[in-house]
């Protein structure tokens, strides 16, 4: 395990890096964009362009990795990104924002599929399990602590800007100075959605309407946190304290769906949720009370991804697991970009404190669902239920997967091969066998 850690420090220290620019850019374009007066609805328009940025990316960066390289891509969409946050800086403008955000999307897509698969190749099935939780630690912590920055400078200037570009460029370095070979990489085969809905109608359900959360909390919260009169100091602690609440509350939510049905977690995640946020729009919390209702409504509507992840591969094989993990970012991030402008929406209506309300809606929509869908299906018993693993909609973590055995995939691979190839050989059988008997009525 040392020894797979010293070759993967690089990646480790370039993906930290890489997270923490990320954090900053969030909550700073949210900012950035109230105090420029872009209205709510084109602020919420323009979060969304990452997440589409995101969907874009996770289907086109793979064929670009199988064209010209692990190495290449990775430096070239680094560089794009970091360009793109500069570009922010010099034209404050919503529509050039957009299409910044959307490329910053693309260009993440790529940094994570091309990290995640690194570390794929690194792992094996004692070590997976260990490389995922530090790189899981990696991307909530650098989440969280990404806000902290936004108190270096101030939002109105081009310095913090500046510092995520630096963030981004700084990342590439120890990983193209690696001395580790670039994995091999396959483009995984995805399931429709139609096809995983059949399967796990409220993982599907759960991981859509999750993704909604997910962009109103990072869409959204720094302009709800403006609105009500924040300082910059008091938004980096309401952002830190809604991403840092839902990694705390992975674990302990995670020991109960190992412990009880995963679909009673769900319902009792997103129903908790639901009423802590309707109870914050009603009493409009503020002081600590206002951080710690942050960290109990990110706490329970986070983890959400992780939780419809352990629903659906309940009811997959190890090798579907896999080529079902495409369609289930693709889920999330779809919500995700629809969460940002619907929530503008419903603050620009209501007013600030429409931001708990339209959390608070969406959570009761996935708790009626689940509560819908439990007496309809007989849960996995628990001896037969996968393991809770924290994870993040990225493009790639379901590979790391401690579930997913490597074995069992190669296996799988090869049985397939072996029938395509049988079929083959029968099918070419079948033509010359036809073929002489054509050529003897001939004759």
């Known amino acids: 395990m040392l020894g797979i850690l010293f070759n993967c420090w690089a ?34 328009l323009v979060m ?52 910044m955000r959307l490329i910053t999307g693309f260009s993440y897509a790529g940094l994570f599929i091309v990290a995640e698969s690194w570390i794929n190749e690194a792992a094996d099935d004692r070590t997976r399990g260990k490389l995922l939780s530090i790189y899981m630690l ?11 920055l936004l108190n270096l400078f101030s939002p109105s200037s081009f310095e913090l800007f500046v510092l995520v570009s630096l963030l981004i460029s700084l990342a590439v370095v120890p990983i193209l100075l690696s001395v580790s070979r670039a994995p091999q990489f396959d483009v995984l085969e995805n399931v429709s959605i139609l096809q995983l809905y059949r399967v796990s109608p409220l993982g599907v359900f759960g991981m859509f309407f999750g993704g909604l959360t997910y962009g109103a909390f990072l869409g959204m919260g720094a302009v709800y946190a403006a609105d009500i009169g924040l300082s910059v100091k008091d938004i980096s602690l309401f952002m830190g304290s809604l991403i840092f609440g839902g990694f705390l509350f992975q674990y302990p939510l995670g020991w109960m769906s190992d412990t009880l049905d995963p679909i009673r977690v769900i319902l ?14 009603y009493y409009s919390p503020a002081g600590l009370l206002l951080y710690l209702i942050a960290a109990i409504i990110g706490g329970l509507a986070m983890p959400l991804y992780a939780l419809c992840c352990v629903h659906i591969n309940n009811y997959l094989t190890p090798t579907q697991m896999v080529a079902a993990s495409g369609t289930i970012v693709l889920l999330s991030a779809t919500g995700a970009a629809i969460g ?59 590979a790391l997967n401690p579930d997913v055995a490597l074995d069992e995939i190669e296996g799988a691979v090869e049985e397939d091969a072996a029938d395509i190839i049988s079929s083959f050989e029968d099918l070419v059988s079948d033509l010359k066998t036809a073929e002489e008997e054509e050529d003897s009525n001939l004759d």
């Open 138 to 148: 990696l991307s909530f912590g650098g989440l969280a602590g990404g806000q902290s």
């Open 340 to 398: 940002s402008p619907l929530t503008a929406f419903a603050m620009d209506i209501f007013g600030s404190e429409a931001f708990y309300g339209s959390i608070g809606g969406v959570l009761s929509v996935i708790g009626g669902f689940a509560l819908w869908r439990y007496p309809k299906r007989a849960g996995v018993d628990t001896e037969e239920q996968g393991d809770f693993v924290v994870m993040v909609a990225s493009p790639m973590t379901a």
């Open 48 to 99: 969304s362009g990452y997440f589409l940025g995101l969907i874009a990316g996770c289907r086109i960066i793979p064929i670009i990795v199988g064209r010209v390289g692990h190495i290449r891509t990775f430096g070239a969409l680094a560089s794009l990104a970091s360009t793109a946050i500069l570009v922010q800086a010099i034209f404050v403008n919503p529509w050039v924002w957009w299409m």
């Open 268 to 281: 009792f995640s997103s129903m908790g949720g639901a009423i802590v946020s309707f109870a914050a729009m």
């Open 11 to 44: 990646l480790f220290f370039g993906m930290g890096l890489i997270m923490l620019g990320n954090g900053l850019q969030g909550t700073l374009i949210g900012l950035r964009a109230s105090m420029e007066g872009f209205g709510t609805i084109a602020t919420g």
